[in-house]
């Protein structure tokens, strides 16, 4: 992962207000928010000393997907205030990019941007290690990215939960950073 002549990118996935706030629609696991704060803080800030490339990637799952959004108690829905971005997790100079399926690969601009700025690592932290932070690295690593899941920059519902689906992504191909 620290080879100098790969270009690399760090996706920080869902880190919004639905999931974050003690009143959010659907909130990851209350011991986890702390340590993965830490961890993501510090992600972006070796990332930001090693110039790499940091895409925020937010839910804004679309009104009308109505059985989605009933699965997801209403959570980050386009327009509404729980797709807001956590301000602790602010990465100054991002990009961000929306997405409205689990799978952030859904909006073509993602790939674009990582082909664009020639990204072959690709370091992931976030919300939903199940969810959406499991399909968007097994997208990446059918794109051919080495993908690396920062395994304390993720949350879930439960450790338990968290920590088979990080198990899951290493079968997969992936490499969990602890």
């Known amino acids: 992962m620290d080879r100098s002549d790969q270009r690399r990118a760090l ?25 993965v704060l830490a961890a993501t ?8 000393a090693r110039g790499d490339l940091i895409i925020q990637i937010g ?9 989605g959004n009933l699965m997801r108690r209403g959570a980050a829905v386009s327009g ?7 301000p602790r997790f602010a990465a100054p100079g991002a990009v961000y990019v929306a997405k409205w399926k689990s799978d952030a690969f859904c909006n073509p601009a993602l790939e674009k ?10 370091i992931v932290a976030g919300l ?16 051919g990215f080495q993908v690396h899941v ?26 969990i950073v602890r």
């Open 80 to 86: 509404r205030p729980g797709t807001r971005w956590d």
């Open 11 to 35: 996706l920080l996935i869902d880190f919004q207000d639905d999931f974050l706030a003690d009143d959010g629609r659907m909130p990851v696991a209350r011991d986890q928010v702390e340590p």
């Open 113 to 122: 941007l990582l082909r664009e700025h020639r990204i072959e690592d690709v």
């Open 41 to 48: 803080r510090a992600a972006i800030a070796q990332s930001q």
């Open 59 to 67: 839910n804004e799952f679309r009104p009308h997907d109505l059985v």
């Open 150 to 175: 920062l395994g304390d920059a993720v949350a879930c519902r439960s450790g338990t939960s968290r920590d088979a689906a990080l198990e899951r992504l290493r079968r997969h191909g992936a490499q």
């Open 128 to 143: 939903y290690a199940r969810a959406c932070v499991t399909a968007t690295t097994k997208a990446a690593l059918a794109r």
